[in-house]
C-alpha cells in the first residue's frame, strides 16, 4: 500500500534547493525512498532510503535532505558540518562589508550667516563623504516664520553647494515649525 500520493516529479536544478541547519540529516530522513545526488552533483537516480545511507556511509559524508516537499524527496550525499561551516562564513564576510547606513542632521536657523552656513555644508561633506544620508532641518523661532522666504533661501543655497556630491531624495518642506530636506551621496 502506498502511503504517499504519486505526483509527477520533475528533476529541478541543485541551485535552487535551499540547505540550512535545519535540513534533515541522515537518520532523521524518514521516508521509504529519496532521489539521490551524487557528491559531485551527479544524479544517481531514485533509491531506498537504507541504500542512500550506506552510500552517503561509504564515501564518508552525510546524506541530507535538500527538497523535502516534492515526491520522493531529494537528497544529497555532501559532508553537511563542512556546508554549513561554509555557509555561515559567507554570512558573516557578507554582514561584514554592509555598510551601516545612518540618517545625519545638520540644523540651520534663519538667522545663520553666511561663515556659519559654509562650516555646516563642510561638514555636510563629509557626512555625505562618508556615505551617511543627511537631512538638514532648519528650525523657526517666533516670528522668524513670517520670513519663510529667507529660510528657504538658505536651504537653496545649501542644496546648491552640494550638488556635485549629493543628490536630494526630498526637497525642502514646511511642517509647522520646522524647514527640511533630505540628501543622499551620489556616489553610494
Known sequence: ???????????VPL?????????RVNEEIRVPTVRLIGAND???GIRGIEEAR???FEAGMDLVEVAPN??????KIMDFGKFVYKLNKLAQKQRARQKKHEIKGIRLSVRTDKHDLETKIKKARE????GHSLKVTLIFKGREIAHSDFALEKMITM???LVDVAKVDQEPKKQGYNLFMVLSPINH
Not at 1 to 11: A, G, S
Not at 15 to 23: A, D, P
Not at 127 to 130: A, E, I, T, V
Open 1 to 11: 500500500m502506498n502511503f504517499f500520493p504519486t505526483i509527477p516529479t520533475q528533476i
Open 42 to 44: 551527479e544524479q544517481i
Open 54 to 56: 550506506r552510500m552517503a
Open 159 to 161: 542644496r546648491n553647494a
Open 15 to 23: 541551485t535552487s534547493f535551499c540547505i540550512t541547519k535545519k535540513n
Open 127 to 130: 557626512f555625505l563623504g562618508d
Open 70 to 75: 516534492v515526491n520522493p524527496p531529494v537528497c
